[in-house]
């Protein structure tokens, strides 16, 4: 199956958590806010049923809000990239997937309704934009067609879903602005959120590193796999002859987010790197070279600079990341409120 070029707009109303890859970690918060308990308030997401199964045939309309369609084509596309994010297991099956698919096309015909009533419109330069941004990935007008025909759309309808989008997005753009007076966090607040949850900022041993990456391409054959790992043994000979490290990071390493830096990685804790990095890290002594360790980004040759014991981390060292965290739950509330009134108020029919 195609990737889908439609990168359709989904309300985001869960707290999102960080983690690296390839051996440049994310900067995770201190702190994360605590998850919001399940809504009850009127018009909060239903639970998802993943245990009927789906009608056979799958109906061409799969609900109507307001008495507006929802075809089972836009929710397939939803469908797929939510069984992508999903993998395997019971969130990837085919019933959790289609009915998760489905409300988030619900949201986004609710969040459309609502700007063209509000008179909320997309500038024709940002539709554009997102258009040429979309085709530019493809090598010629027939291959871009054709991701498109995989769809069910042409040029025309891809247009028309973008604009869609781009409305969709003022109108949260507005009611972002909106919330914003009501979107702070104040100093009393996270000392409250500190206090009430102390295992939050226990902060376990960490290691300080660098390292060398030899990156192979998604796809590579076996014979060019081959060629980068006796690349990465020679760089790893280089490294354990004493060369200087920084210098052999700035020359060969293929990390963009680190080789400037000599390699440097900062500070991580566990969790944060793919499970073969953090394996080896954790594995060194301060000084020590790892050999070469193989991940889904290619092959590395880690260096450990310092092992930082676990501590509690002050308050005031988190403060402030964690007043931005409290402040963006707040926003994520406050947005998915805003979607439940409009699903409160809403005439939902649903065929799945």
Not at 53 to 78: D, F, H, M, S
Not at 159 to 166: A, F, G, K, M, N
Not at 209 to 217: E, F
Request: net charge positive.
């Amino acid at each position: 199956m195609r990737r889908s070029p439609v990168a359709v707009v989904v309300l985001a109303v869960a707290a999102s958590s960080c983690s690296g890859g390839g051996g440049a970690p994310a900067s995770p918060p201190p702190a994360a806010a605590a998850s919001a308990a399940p809504s009850a308030e009127p018009g909060a997401p239903p639970e998802i049923d993943r245990v009927t199964p789906l009608p056979k045939p799958l109906p061409e309309v799969a609900a109507r809000v307001n008495g507006q369609p929802i075809p089972l084509r836009t929710v397939r596309v939803l469908a797929e990239q939510v069984g992508r994010q999903a993998g395997p297991g019971p969130a990837g099956e085919e019933p959790y997937v289609y009915r998760q698919a489905l409300q988030q096309g619900i949201v986004r015909e609710l969040l459309f309704q609502e700007a063209v009533r509000r008179k909320v419109t997309a500038a024709d330069a940002r539709v554009e934009r997102a258009y040429n941004e979309a085709r530019v990935r493809f090598k010629d007008d027939k291959a871009w067609a054709a991701v498109l025909a995989d769809q069910g759309m042409d040029a025309q309808s891809f247009r028309t879903e973008l604009r869609v989008q781009q409305t969709i997005q003022a109108l949260l753009a507005q009611v972002a602005e909106e919330a914003q007076a009501q979107a702070q966090a104040s100093d009393q607040e996270a000392m409250a959120f500190y206090e009430s949850h102390p295992a939050v900022f226990d902060a376990g041993e960490r290691v300080k590193a660098s390292h060398i990456l030899v990156r192979v391409p998604e796809g590579a054959t076996g014979a060019r796999k081959a060629e980068l790992r006796k690349k990465a043994d020679a760089l790893l000979g280089r490294a354990r002859a004493k060369e200087d490290f920084a210098a052999l990071a700035r020359e060969s390493s293929e990390d963009p987010g680190s080789a400037k830096s000599g390699g440097e990685l900062g500070a991580f804790g566990r969790g944060q790197m793919v499970p073969p990095f953090e394996q080896a890290a954790f594995g060194l002594k301060p000084g020590e070279v790892s050999g070469v360790v193989e991940t889904p980004f290619g092959f590395h040759i880690i260096k450990v600079s310092e092992r930082i014991p676990a501590r509690k981390l002050a308050f005031a060292e988190v403060k402030e990341r964690l007043k931005q965290d409290l402040v963006q739950q707040k926003r994520q509330q406050a947005q998915q409120s805003f979607v439940n009134s409009l699903r409160a108020k809403a005439k939902i029919e649903i065929f799945l």
